[in-house]
C-alpha cells in the first residue's frame, strides 16, 4: 500500500487539458464523493457544500467567469467546492442532533459540546467566520486530490475565476454559500503539454526539519 500510494500521487498532476470523450464511471464517482462526505472538518461541523456540475450548458457559462479555462468543460466533471459565510446557533443545533442520533446519544449528553461551539464560534468576527468554513475546502480537495490519484483519474484544482460572479450565477446567496474553489476531474488528454513533464519538489531535506 505505501508503494502504491507513493506511486499514485507521483502519477498525478494539475492537467491542463482533459480528454472530452471519456467520462468518469458512477462507481468511481461515488467513491469520490464519499471521499468528500468522509473529510474530516473543524467541530466536524463540515460547514462545506460541493456542487457536482454536469449540464454542458451550465459549464459553458462558468467557463468564461473561470478565465475561459477549457478544463470546465472538457472534463468529465466540475466540482465546484462552498462554504457556509455564516454559522448559526440553529446550524450547531442540527450538528449535535445529527451526532445524538448517529450515535445513539442522549442530547443532553452533548449540550457542552454545542454550548463550546457556539461560544468558540461567538469570539470570531463575520469574516474571520467566513475565511474559517473557507478553508475547511481546502480540507475536503485534499482528500478529493489523493481519492482520485490512487483511482488514476485527474483532478485539477482551480482559483483562477470570478467568485462573485459564480456565486451569482448559481445563486448561492439565498443558501448562504459562496464559492471557493473548482476542481474538473476527469482523464488526461494525450496531447496535454504538462503530461511528460517532470515534478518540480524539493528535496526532503529543505522541506522538512526535525526539532
Known amino acids: ?3 502504491q500510494l507513493i506511486e499514485a500521487l507521483e502519477w498525478r498532476y494539475a492537467c ?12 468511481d ?6 471521499s468528500i462526505q468522509l473529510t474530516p472538518s473543524s467541530y ?3 460547514p462545506i457544500k460541493v456542487l457536482l456540475i454536469e449540464t454542458k450548458e451550465l459549464r459553458e457559462q462558468i467557463k468564461p467567469i473561470a478565465w475561459n479555462q477549457a478544463q470546465v468543460v472538457d472534463a468529465s466533471h466540475l466540482l465546484v467546492f ?5 454559522l448559526s446557533e440553529s446550524y450547531i443545533d442540527q450538528h449535535v442532533s445529527l451526532m445524538a442520533n448517529t450515535r445513539n446519544l442522549p442530547i ?18 463575520a469574516d474571520h467566520v467566513n475565511q474559517w468554513t473557507g478553508k475547511q475546502t481546502y480540507i475536503a480537495l485534499g482528500q ?11 483532478a485539477t484544482p482551480m482559483e483562477g475565476f470570478d467568485r462573485k460572479a459564480l456565486d451569482e450565477l448559481l445563486d448561492l446567496s439565498k443558501d448562504g454559500l459562496s464559492t471557493s474553489l473548482l476542481c474538473p476531474i476527469g482523464y488526461r488528454h494525450a496531447e496535454d503539454p504538462y503530461i511528460s513533464l517532470k515534478k518540480v519538489r524539493k528535496t526532503k531535506d529543505a522541506l522538512f526539519e526535525t526539532r
Request: net charge neutral.
Open 1 to 3: 500500500m505505501n508503494k
Open 16 to 27: 491542463k487539458k482533459f480528454d472530452a470523450d471519456k467520462r468518469i464511471s458512477d462507481t
Open 29 to 34: 464517482l461515488e467513491t469520490i464523493l464519499d
Open 44 to 46: 466536524g461541523l463540515q
Open 82 to 86: 462552498c462554504h457556509y459565510t455564516a
Open 108 to 125: 443532553e449528553k452533548l449540550q457542552g459540546f454545542g454550548t463550546h461551539v457556539k461560544s468558540s464560534i461567538a469570539t470570531m468576527d
Open 144 to 154: 478529493v486530490l489523493l481519492s482520485c490519484a490512487l483511482l488514476k483519474i485527474d
